[in-house]
T-cell receptor, first 117, second 116 residues
Framework: DAGVIQSPRHEVTEMGQEVTLRCKPI?????LFWYRQTMMRGLELLIY????????DSGMPEDRFSAKMPNASFSTLKIQPSEPRDSAVYFC???????????????FGPGTRLTVL | AQKVTQAQTEISVVEKEDVTLDCVYE???????LFWYKQPPSGELVFLIR??????QNEISGRYSWNFQKSTSSFNFTITASQVVDSAVYFC?????????????FGQGTRLTINP
C-alpha cells in the first residue's frame, strides 16, 4: 500500500517566489495534516482537514501561507511570497478517525525540504 | 495548555545497552492521548505507539517498552539491548480530547545515537 505521498521532495527557491507543496493522503483516510519542522521550533502543526474541510488553521504562521484540500486525495500548501525564514521541512500526514477511537494515529509522508534563498 | 517536555536532547550509548527516553507532559484534560514517533536519519516520521489516558498498562513490543505513569505525568520509552539501527530522533507527542484529539503537540525530540 502506498503511504502518504509528498512532492516535491526538495525545493529551492528565491525569496519572493511562490511555493506550492503537494500531498496525497493514504487512500481511505479522511483527515489530513500539514506540519513544519525547524531546528528552532521543532515540529509544529500548521493546519488540518477533516473530510476536506479545514478544522484548525491556528498554526498557520501568517497570511502568506494558505492550504487547500479540493478533494479527498489531494492537498496543497502554498507560500506566497516566500521568505528565507520559511525554510524548513514540511510534512503531510493523514489518519482515519472513526470507530470507537476518536481518532487514529497519523501516518507521515517523507516531507518536503524547502530552502528559500 | 498542552505541553510535552523531552529533557534529554541527546543520548549516546554503546550497542546492547538499555536506554530510556523520558517524556513529561502537561495537560488539563482528563482525556488525552500520548504517542511516540521515531525519525531515522532518512527523515520520515514513523509511528511507534499510542496510549490513551485511561489505559495505564505498560506495553512491550519486542525490544521496546513504554511506561505510562499518570501520577508523574510521564510516558517513558525504553529500548532494551539497543542496536545501531535504533539511532534516530525520537519524539513524544500529546493530543487532548478537548482540542479535538487530532491536534498533536510534539516534544523537542531526543537524538539517540547507538555506537557499535
Amino acid at each position: 500500500d502506498a503511504g502518504v505521498i509528498q512532492s516535491p521532495r526538495h525545493e529551492v527557491t528565491e525569496m519572493g517566489q511562490e511555493v506550492t507543496l503537494r500531498c496525497k493522503p493514504i487512500s481511505g483516510h479522511n483527515s489530513l495534516f500539514w506540519y513544519r519542522q525547524t531546528m528552532m521550533r521543532g515540529l509544529e502543526l500548521l493546519i488540518y482537514f477533516n473530510n476536506n474541510v479545514p478544522i484548525d488553521d491556528s498554526g498557520m504562521p501568517e497570511d502568506r501561507f494558505s492550504a487547500k484540500m479540493p478533494n479527498a486525495s489531494f492537498s496543497t500548501l502554498k507560500i506566497q511570497p516566500s521568505e528565507p525564514r520559511d525554510s524548513a521541512v514540511y510534512f503531510c500526514a493523514s489518519s482515519s478517525p472513526g470507530g470507537r477511537a476518536v481518532f487514529d494515529e497519523q501516518f507521515f509522508g517523507p516531507g518536503t525540504r524547502l530552502t528559500v534563498l | 495548555a498542552q505541553k510535552v517536555t523531552q529533557a534529554q536532547t541527546e543520548i549516546s550509548v554503546v550497542e546492547k545497552e538499555d536506554v530510556t527516553l523520558d517524556c513529561v507532559y502537561e495537560t488539563r484534560d482528563t482525556t488525552y492521548y500520548l504517542f511516540w514517533y521515531k525519525q531515522p536519519p532518512s527523515g520520515e516520521l514513523v509511528f511507534l505507539i499510542r496510549r490513551n489516558s485511561f489505559d495505564e498498562q505498560n506495553e512491550i513490543s519486542g525490544r521496546y517498552s513504554w511506561n505510562f505513569q499518570k501520577s508523574t505525568s510521564s510516558f517513558n520509552f525504553t529500548i532494551t539491548a539497543s542496536q545501531v539501527v535504533d539511532s534516530a530522533v525520537y519524539f513524544c507527542a500529546l493530543s487532548e480530547a478537548s482540542q479535538g484529539a487530532q491536534k498533536l503537540v510534539f516534544g523537542q525530540g531526543t537524538r539517540l545515537t547507538i555506537n557499535p
